[in-house]
C-alpha cells in the first residue's frame, strides 16, 4: 500500500516538475475556418467562388506566469478568383490575446469592422464543463472540456494537457487546469490545432501586452460585438468584392 501511495504521488509530481524544467516557449497553432457554413443565407452563390477553408497560423508565447497569443505575419490575403472577373478577398483581422495569469488581468487587441480596441479587464473564467473524454495531442493526454459562447451563440470543445500547468490557449481561451492545445467551435467551424511546441528562452518584451486601440471593457466589447452581428446578419467576417 505504501508502494502504491508513493507512486501515485510520483506520477503527479513528474508532470509538474517537468513543466517547471520547461516552463517557457512557443506554440505553434493552425487556424483552420470553414468559410461556406460562415456564409449568410443569402450567399450560397459564393461557395462556388470561394475554397471551403482558410487556413492560417498562429503563435502562443508563454512563460510561468504571462502568456501571448498573436498571429504569425504571413503573405497578404490572396485573391480567390470568382466567376466572371469577380474577385473576392477574406480578411484576417489582426489580434493580440495577452494573460498575466499572476495578476489575474488581461490585455486584448482586437480589429473590429474597421476600428481598433484595446479590451483591458480581468480574467474571468467561462463556464467550462469538464468530462471524462481524452485524446492525445502532441504527445500529451488531453481532456475534453466545453461550453458556449452566448453572445456569438457558439458550442466550445477545447482539449487541455494538464501536464502542462498554465491556464493558457489560443485566442481569448484559457482558464482550465491545463493549457489548451485544441479549439472546435460549432463542430468543424473554427478548427483551432497546436501543431508544435518549442520549449525555448522567450526574448525579452516577446510577452508585452498591446498597448494600442481604443479602451473598453470585456462586457462593452462583447455588447458591441453583438449589436455589430446583429447588424451584419449574423455575419463574423468581412467579404469584400472588387
Known sequence: MKINTLLLHLALFIPAFAFSQQNEGIVLFEEKVNIHRTLPP?????????PEHRIHKSELLFNATESLYRNVEEDDDEPMG??????LRVQRPEATSYRNFKTQRKADYREFFGKNYLIEDTLVSANWKLTLETKEILDYNCMKATTTDTVRKREIVAWFADALPLAAGPAQFGQLPGMILEIDINNGETIIAAQKIDFKKLKKGDLTPPKKGEKITEAAFQKLVEERLRENGGRPMRIIRN
Open 82 to 87: 470568382g466567376e466572371g472577373g469577380m474577385v
Open 42 to 50: 443569402d450567399a450560397e452563390d459564393m461557395k462556388a467562388m470561394i
